[in-house]
């Protein structure tokens, strides 16, 4: 009888297969007719794992949270880092430790959670310092003594000390967002991915996670309209797949590796517009002080010279970015401009036979990204001509992540990539003694860094504020335990029916997306 | 893993085995997979006189080519030959393929007459031990291995290794068992011949046939495993030229050159199709249940 | 038979807790600190501290299994590291389309049916040499060359399918036409494996007594092997794919990295990269459970049908 049913089962899938088919290929000639209007799909290489400005972590996380959550200022678009009012009415610096802001009214929360005012601002920022909060970013806010309430949109924000990245890395980054007190205080004070009230241009109108999430316009929102009646963001995680799906019209807007830009600008897909844009981002070959095998500077130098920067630009990032002068960015306060003299294969082997070393064999951990596989490939080949073998491992993004707390000293080469607000306290922070082992990967011990890195914090002079991160950068390189490799470029790739809101490192500003028409 | 080896592996008879390499020539099928195999295996150990270009050299300036004269299956984002080291590769197929299956069988079949001949608890613990391998998807064994150790060829072998042993342990268990009640092994012991030189003088000739077609169609898994782990970026150090890391490179690149992709393909479907065509052939010739009244 | 039955049924029990109670021990030991994937590169070294007394990470390996173990008897299956929310939640959200993924390849299998069928009643015909050399050919085809030829031809060339993720749920057009590539990477094996099975069974069958029977009362060829044959000959493909649960998920984890499809292989895959433990453990958890069934399951129908099975030991 069982079986019996099985066949009859079969058989009717078998005929409802068939009429699928048809009908499936009918469908497919349809939708393509179909024009969409006022949608626009976005594609990000992840899904949000968290909502609150105080613990986000991934890039997914900072789009969400721009998007769902006003700041007193925020990032500009276009090309060079600006702040513009958001939130605020108008804010300005009284003191060195005194900021003066007022809100703009009218600003309302989804839900029943009223209007948007100082005791929110209050609250999202002195969370930070409740040391039961647990944030990992504190430090965003640590000189913060408190925010104090002129009325219900007027508040003035008291420092301990002068803190010159509030303005470039805290009131304009995540951690300048603004939640709702009375919606966090309802979910205990934190909150993961439900986040009970937001106030931004657009609010979440569902989510499947891993899958995606709908935005649509917030009719609370004060500030200039939102262009598109539905925005529909998309995980991806594989570049590549994100490539494709652009080509076949999945998406619209997509960040792109760089590797794939010269053949994006041979062949543009129709309507495809490819907007190439630096980023304080630094890539780096860092070498390990600390490790005995490295402990002499020579050996570190002449590591340096003997790896072709030029060529692992050309073979891993297709020539794209242009060779790094250290660990400031173009464009940003400390900037040197002065580029690494070229590989220089004869001054390595000098160094390495004054030092007395000859058979050395070397490790370096590398991500397991094309990128990375393929530059360390480079650095294999060219310290092999200098008689230095080095072995490349590999490693996935868990235990990359861990490598220096794994393996302490024994780290000897890491090709490395930090990313980077536009403030150059927060790519130096990594590198200070505390650090070593935990970013400080290279294990750079240098009292003379510790103390310009604490005493730029609170220099507001730009002139005296630049002379000493060249001085800092000058330490690095003596150190010799860093070779820059590059600043990666974002690439994005949008269709040219939709103006784009991108902040200067190519990071979506999805507030002020407008479709063209 | 070949799931229906169980039937056609019982009521195995013994054959001479110039009779096997007489059916296998005799079929058509058997014999191109015995050549496809044949010639890869050459194509392993003459790697070195074979491929056209030093398979880590690199030459930026002329990455990603197509198909040319001087580069028949192009080069990759490197410059580097594709056709060399897809040869290259062949050597750490077979030689993960080789190493990692005979090592499984070593230990399967010790543990599987452990557990056949041993006392019933001790059979048990092995048929559990068995059973809970089994009960991983490969892959996701082998992400949490990979991840443990630290991606490497010896990391892969100890995961095929691991993963493929119960299979053999079954095989040999059955056998062992089979035997244990047959009257001539009995009359043996009561000779005073000890256990060991039974089973070798029984049960292993009685096994070899089984052993040899499973490991045959086990070949091709064990090799997409480490195309599959090093497509993932999880398989053997760069620059080893490995099949699974040309085709990771092929994906990356698939916009650049499309043709990385697919040559890397080509040897890993070659390679399926001669030990499949070959396992299959020698079930024909072992298994008496198809074999009847054919051919 | 009953008997049997639970005997069959604990033992499936037993081998799911050591399976996971060995991963557990496992992916505990792997280095990468869950507290880094937690709180991000800014956190410091006191909140780290912090979250692994409450992950209970700071315990040793064997009390944090009792903790896991604790937590699984009252349905707690533990919480994302990364959202806080229930791992159960998120597991089952992405379980669906993996089923829908494996259930409609093993659909598309049986396409091998009537094909290995034909083969066997034309035994060593052209038609049969032919089809046995392709089923054989693409029965070890590795779905990573499958996914990713189609992926090259179909989807990037010839631009007919999409290439990422599940489609809408809503729409199930939508989602059929993002589901056709995988299931034919994963299904495609499955069809030849399936050919060769039945055409060995099948022959089996026909030269069994009833349906010599049923030849010699010249009942139509046709209706002998529709009605008689073929139902006794597909008996062995069911069991069969039940203990083929293992190997397909295996094969899904490839394909829906391929495909950018969410489900529990890319889940899996992903939480294990992030060291997102607890997402870890209950993805394995969900897996081995339906692996075992499976196997339990084939094994208990074929003691049903095959009372000779129940003397075997295992």
Redesign the interface.
Same mark, same amino acid.
């Given at each position: 009888m069982l079986?019996?049913k @099985?066949?009859t089962i079969?058989a009717r899938?078998f005929r409802n @297969?068939s009429l699928?088919a048809v009908?499936?290929s009918v469908? @497919?000639v349809g939708?393509i007719s179909i024009a969409k209007s006022a949608e626009l799909n976005v594609r990000l290489g992840e899904d949000f &794992? +968290?909502l609150d400005p105080a613990?986000?972590?991934s890039g997914a996380d900072y789009t969400m949270i721009n998007v769902l959550f006003p700041k007193l200022i925020e990032f500009k678009s276009g090309s060079e880092w600006e702040y513009e009012l958001q939130a605020a009415e108008s804010i300005e610096q009284i003191d060195d430790v005194t900021i003066k802001f007022k809100l703009k009214p009218g600003l309302m929360w989804t839900g029943n959670y009223g209007e948007v005012t100082t005791e929110d601002v209050k609250y999202s920022y002195e969370r930070y310092i409740d040391p039961a909060l647990?944030?990992?970013?504190? !430090?965003d806010w640590l000189p913060l003594k408190e925010v104090e309430i002129v009325d219900k949109y007027n508040g003035i924000i008291h420092l301990k000390e002068p803190f010159a990245p509030i303005w470039w890395s805290t009131l304009p980054y995540t951690s300048g967002a603004i939640v709702s007190k009375k919606a966090t205080e309802e979910a205990g004070g934190k909150f +993961? &991915?439900d986040p009970g009230a937001t106030a931004g241009a657009y609010k979440i109108q569902s989510w499947?996670?891993?899958?995606?999430t709908v935005l649509v316009p917030h009719d609370g929102w004060n500030g200039p309209k939102a262009g598109f009646e539905k925005i529909t963001i998309?995980p991806?995680?594989?570049p590549?797949? %994100?490539?494709? *799906?652009f080509? %076949?019209g999945?998406i619209d807007i997509t960040e792109i590796s760089i590797?794939?830009v010269p053949?994006f600008k041979k062949s543009l897909p129709a309507g495809g517009v490819l907007d190439v844009r630096p980023t304080a981002d630094y890539t780096f070959l860092g070498i390990n002080i600390a490790n005995e095998d490295l402990s002499d500077v020579r050996v570190r130098q002449a590591i340096k010279k003997a790896i072709d920067i030029d %060529?692992i630009l050309? !073979? *891993?990032y297709f020539g794209v970015p242009e060779k790094s002068t250290g660990l400031v960015a173009p464009g940003l306060v400390g900037y040197t401009g002065v580029a690494p003299g070229p590989r220089d294969v004869d001054g390595a082997k000098t160094l390495l036979a004054e030092a007395g070393v000859n058979n050395l064999s070397l490790e370096v951990d590398v991500l397991? &990204? %094309?990128e990375f +596989? +393929?530059a360390?490939?480079?650095i294999? *080949?060219n310290l092999g001509e200098v008689g230095i073998n080095l072995?490349?491992?590999?490693?996935?993004? !868990? *235990?990359f #992540?861990?490598?220096a707390?794994?393996r302490k000293e024994a780290l000897q080469l890491t090709l490395n990539n930090y990313t980077s607000p536009p403030d150059p306290s927060w790519s130096t922070q990594w590198f200070l003694r505390d650090q070593k082992g935990? #970013?400080n990967w290279v294990w750079l011990d240098s009292e003379e860094f510790d103390n310009l890195h604490f005493a730029a914090l609170k220099e507001t002079d730009i002139k005296k504020r630049e002379n000493m991160y060249f001085e800092m950068q000058r330490v690095m390189d003596e150190s010799g335990g860093f070779l820059f490799i590059m600043h990666p470029p974002s690439v994005i790739l949008y269709r040219d029916n939709i103006k784009p809101g991108l902040y200067p490192n190519g990071g979506l500003k999805l507030s002020e997306f407008q479709p063209i028409n | 893993m070949p799931l229906d080896q169980k039937r056609g592996l019982q009521n195995f008879t013994d054959k001479p085995s110039t009779m096997v390499v007489s059916r296998l020539f005799r079929d058509p099928m058997g014999l191109v997979g015995l050549l496809i195999v044949i010639s890869f295996v050459m194509v392993a150990i003459f790697a070195d006189f074979l491929a056209p270009y030093d398979p880590s050299k690199i030459d930026i300036l002329n990455k990603l080519q197509g198909p040319s004269a001087e580069h028949l299956f192009g080069t990759d984002q490197l410059g580097r030959d594709t056709l060399s080291r897809l040869i290259f590769g062949t050597q750490i197929a077979l030689m993960v393929a080789g190493v990692s299956i005979g090592l499984a069988v070593l230990i399967g079949s010790i543990l599987g007459v452990i557990a056949g001949y041993g006392p019933n608890w001790l059979d048990f613990v092995i048929m559990l031990l068995f059973d809970m391998v089994r009960s991983y998807p490969v892959i996701m064994f082998a992400l949490a291995v990979v991840v443990l150790f630290g991606p490497s060829l010896y990391t892969i072998m100890a995961i095929i290794v691991a993963t493929s042993f119960p299979t053999y342990g079954r095989l040999m268990r059955t056998q062992t068992q089979s035997l244990r009640q047959a009257e001539y092994i009995l009359s043996a012991r009561a000779l005073g011949i000890g256990a060991p030189r039974i089973l070798l003088k029984h049960v292993l000739p009685n096994a070899i046939g089984p052993i040899l077609i499973i490991a045959s169609m086990d070949v091709p898994f064990v090799i997409a495993l480490e195309a599959g782990l090093s497509f993932l970026g999880l398989g053997v150090r760069p620059p080893t030229p490995s099949w699974g890391s040309i085709l990771n490179d092929g994906y990356t690149y698939i916009r650049n050159s499309k043709w990385i992709l697919i040559s890397a393909g080509i040897p890993l479907i070659l390679v399926t199709i001669g030990f499949t065509f070959l396992g299959e052939q020698l079930r024909d010739i072992f298994d008496p249940k198809i074999d009847r009244g054919s051919r | 038979m009953v008997f049997y039955a639970i005997k069959r049924i604990v033992l499936a029990i037993l081998i799911i807790a050591s399976a996971v109670s060995t991963m557990f021990v496992m992916i505990h030991a792997v280095p990468g600190d869950p507290a880094n994937v937690m709180l991000g590169p800014r956190a410091t070294p006191e909140i780290k501290e912090a979250l692994r007394a409450r992950l209970h990470l700071d315990q040793p390996l064997t009390t944090q299994l009792f903790y896991f173990f604790k937590g699984l008897i009252s349905g707690n299956f533990g919480f994302d590291l990364r959202s806080n929310r229930p791992v159960l939640d998120i597991v089952l959200e992405q379980l669906p389309h993996t089923l829908i993924l494996v259930s409609s390849a093993l659909i598309v299998s049986t396409f091998g049916i009537p094909v290995g069928c034909y083969a066997a009643i034309h035994r060593n015909g052209r038609f049969d040499r032919i089809v046995g050399a392709i089923s054989v050919s693409i029965i070890a085809m590795p779905a990573i060359v499958v996914g990713l030829y189609m992926l090259l031809f179909f989807s990037v060339e010839l631009r007919l399918f999409p290439v990422i993720g599940a489609g809408d749920s809503q729409d199930w057009l939508n989602y059929l036409w993002h589901l056709t590539l995988p299931v034919v990477t994963i299904g495609i094996a499955w069809i030849g494996y399936l050919s060769r099975l039945v055409r060995a069974s099948m022959i089996e069958v026909l030269n069994q007594n009833h349906v010599r029977m049923a030849r010699a009362f010249g009942l139509p060829e046709v209706r002998v092997i529709s009605r008689y044959a073929l139902r006794i000959a597909v008996l062995p493909t069911i069991t069969m794919m039940g203990v083929s649960v293992a190997f397909i998920l295996s094969s899904t984890v490839i394909t829906e990295i391929i495909f950018a499809r969410p489900g529990l292989g890319s889940l899996l895959y992903e939480s294990v990269l992030s060291r997102n433990y607890p997402l870890v453990m209950g993805t394995v958890l969900v897996s081995t459970i339906f692996i075992v069934s499976g196997t339990t399951i084939a094994d208990l129908i074929n003691a049903a049908l095959d009372p000779r099975a129940l003397q075997e030991t295992d």
């Amino acid at each position: 009888m069982l079986k019996l049913k @099985l066949l009859t089962i079969m058989a009717r899938f078998f005929r409802n @297969l068939s009429l699928a088919a048809v009908v499936c290929s009918v469908y @497919l000639v349809g939708t393509i007719s179909i024009a969409k209007s006022a949608e626009l799909n976005v594609r990000l290489g992840e899904d949000f &794992t +968290t909502l609150d400005p105080a613990f986000w972590q991934s890039g997914a996380d900072y789009t969400m949270i721009n998007v769902l959550f006003p700041k007193l200022i925020e990032f500009k678009s276009g090309s060079e880092w600006e702040y513009e009012l958001q939130a605020a009415e108008s804010i300005e610096q009284i003191d060195d430790v005194t900021i003066k802001f007022k809100l703009k009214p009218g600003l309302m929360w989804t839900g029943n959670y009223g209007e948007v005012t100082t005791e929110d601002v209050k609250y999202s920022y002195e969370r930070y310092i409740d040391p039961a909060l647990e944030s990992p970013i504190i !430090g965003d806010w640590l000189p913060l003594k408190e925010v104090e309430i002129v009325d219900k949109y007027n508040g003035i924000i008291h420092l301990k000390e002068p803190f010159a990245p509030i303005w470039w890395s805290t009131l304009p980054y995540t951690s300048g967002a603004i939640v709702s007190k009375k919606a966090t205080e309802e979910a205990g004070g934190k909150f +993961t &991915t439900d986040p009970g009230a937001t106030a931004g241009a657009y609010k979440i109108q569902s989510w499947v996670p891993r899958e995606k999430t709908v935005l649509v316009p917030h009719d609370g929102w004060n500030g200039p309209k939102a262009g598109f009646e539905k925005i529909t963001i998309l995980p991806i995680q594989e570049p590549k797949s %994100a490539e494709i *799906a652009f080509e %076949a019209g999945e998406i619209d807007i997509t960040e792109i590796s760089i590797g794939s830009v010269p053949n994006f600008k041979k062949s543009l897909p129709a309507g495809g517009v490819l907007d190439v844009r630096p980023t304080a981002d630094y890539t780096f070959l860092g070498i390990n002080i600390a490790n005995e095998d490295l402990s002499d500077v020579r050996v570190r130098q002449a590591i340096k010279k003997a790896i072709d920067i030029d %060529a692992i630009l050309e !073979g *891993a990032y297709f020539g794209v970015p242009e060779k790094s002068t250290g660990l400031v960015a173009p464009g940003l306060v400390g900037y040197t401009g002065v580029a690494p003299g070229p590989r220089d294969v004869d001054g390595a082997k000098t160094l390495l036979a004054e030092a007395g070393v000859n058979n050395l064999s070397l490790e370096v951990d590398v991500l397991n &990204t %094309a990128e990375f +596989t +393929t530059a360390a490939q480079i650095i294999q *080949a060219n310290l092999g001509e200098v008689g230095i073998n080095l072995q490349i491992n590999q490693l996935d993004s !868990g *235990a990359f #992540w861990n490598v220096a707390a794994d393996r302490k000293e024994a780290l000897q080469l890491t090709l490395n990539n930090y990313t980077s607000p536009p403030d150059p306290s927060w790519s130096t922070q990594w590198f200070l003694r505390d650090q070593k082992g935990i #970013w400080n990967w290279v294990w750079l011990d240098s009292e003379e860094f510790d103390n310009l890195h604490f005493a730029a914090l609170k220099e507001t002079d730009i002139k005296k504020r630049e002379n000493m991160y060249f001085e800092m950068q000058r330490v690095m390189d003596e150190s010799g335990g860093f070779l820059f490799i590059m600043h990666p470029p974002s690439v994005i790739l949008y269709r040219d029916n939709i103006k784009p809101g991108l902040y200067p490192n190519g990071g979506l500003k999805l507030s002020e997306f407008q479709p063209i028409n | 893993m070949p799931l229906d080896q169980k039937r056609g592996l019982q009521n195995f008879t013994d054959k001479p085995s110039t009779m096997v390499v007489s059916r296998l020539f005799r079929d058509p099928m058997g014999l191109v997979g015995l050549l496809i195999v044949i010639s890869f295996v050459m194509v392993a150990i003459f790697a070195d006189f074979l491929a056209p270009y030093d398979p880590s050299k690199i030459d930026i300036l002329n990455k990603l080519q197509g198909p040319s004269a001087e580069h028949l299956f192009g080069t990759d984002q490197l410059g580097r030959d594709t056709l060399s080291r897809l040869i290259f590769g062949t050597q750490i197929a077979l030689m993960v393929a080789g190493v990692s299956i005979g090592l499984a069988v070593l230990i399967g079949s010790i543990l599987g007459v452990i557990a056949g001949y041993g006392p019933n608890w001790l059979d048990f613990v092995i048929m559990l031990l068995f059973d809970m391998v089994r009960s991983y998807p490969v892959i996701m064994f082998a992400l949490a291995v990979v991840v443990l150790f630290g991606p490497s060829l010896y990391t892969i072998m100890a995961i095929i290794v691991a993963t493929s042993f119960p299979t053999y342990g079954r095989l040999m268990r059955t056998q062992t068992q089979s035997l244990r009640q047959a009257e001539y092994i009995l009359s043996a012991r009561a000779l005073g011949i000890g256990a060991p030189r039974i089973l070798l003088k029984h049960v292993l000739p009685n096994a070899i046939g089984p052993i040899l077609i499973i490991a045959s169609m086990d070949v091709p898994f064990v090799i997409a495993l480490e195309a599959g782990l090093s497509f993932l970026g999880l398989g053997v150090r760069p620059p080893t030229p490995s099949w699974g890391s040309i085709l990771n490179d092929g994906y990356t690149y698939i916009r650049n050159s499309k043709w990385i992709l697919i040559s890397a393909g080509i040897p890993l479907i070659l390679v399926t199709i001669g030990f499949t065509f070959l396992g299959e052939q020698l079930r024909d010739i072992f298994d008496p249940k198809i074999d009847r009244g054919s051919r | 038979m009953v008997f049997y039955a639970i005997k069959r049924i604990v033992l499936a029990i037993l081998i799911i807790a050591s399976a996971v109670s060995t991963m557990f021990v496992m992916i505990h030991a792997v280095p990468g600190d869950p507290a880094n994937v937690m709180l991000g590169p800014r956190a410091t070294p006191e909140i780290k501290e912090a979250l692994r007394a409450r992950l209970h990470l700071d315990q040793p390996l064997t009390t944090q299994l009792f903790y896991f173990f604790k937590g699984l008897i009252s349905g707690n299956f533990g919480f994302d590291l990364r959202s806080n929310r229930p791992v159960l939640d998120i597991v089952l959200e992405q379980l669906p389309h993996t089923l829908i993924l494996v259930s409609s390849a093993l659909i598309v299998s049986t396409f091998g049916i009537p094909v290995g069928c034909y083969a066997a009643i034309h035994r060593n015909g052209r038609f049969d040499r032919i089809v046995g050399a392709i089923s054989v050919s693409i029965i070890a085809m590795p779905a990573i060359v499958v996914g990713l030829y189609m992926l090259l031809f179909f989807s990037v060339e010839l631009r007919l399918f999409p290439v990422i993720g599940a489609g809408d749920s809503q729409d199930w057009l939508n989602y059929l036409w993002h589901l056709t590539l995988p299931v034919v990477t994963i299904g495609i094996a499955w069809i030849g494996y399936l050919s060769r099975l039945v055409r060995a069974s099948m022959i089996e069958v026909l030269n069994q007594n009833h349906v010599r029977m049923a030849r010699a009362f010249g009942l139509p060829e046709v209706r002998v092997i529709s009605r008689y044959a073929l139902r006794i000959a597909v008996l062995p493909t069911i069991t069969m794919m039940g203990v083929s649960v293992a190997f397909i998920l295996s094969s899904t984890v490839i394909t829906e990295i391929i495909f950018a499809r969410p489900g529990l292989g890319s889940l899996l895959y992903e939480s294990v990269l992030s060291r997102n433990y607890p997402l870890v453990m209950g993805t394995v958890l969900v897996s081995t459970i339906f692996i075992v069934s499976g196997t339990t399951i084939a094994d208990l129908i074929n003691a049903a049908l095959d009372p000779r099975a129940l003397q075997e030991t295992d």
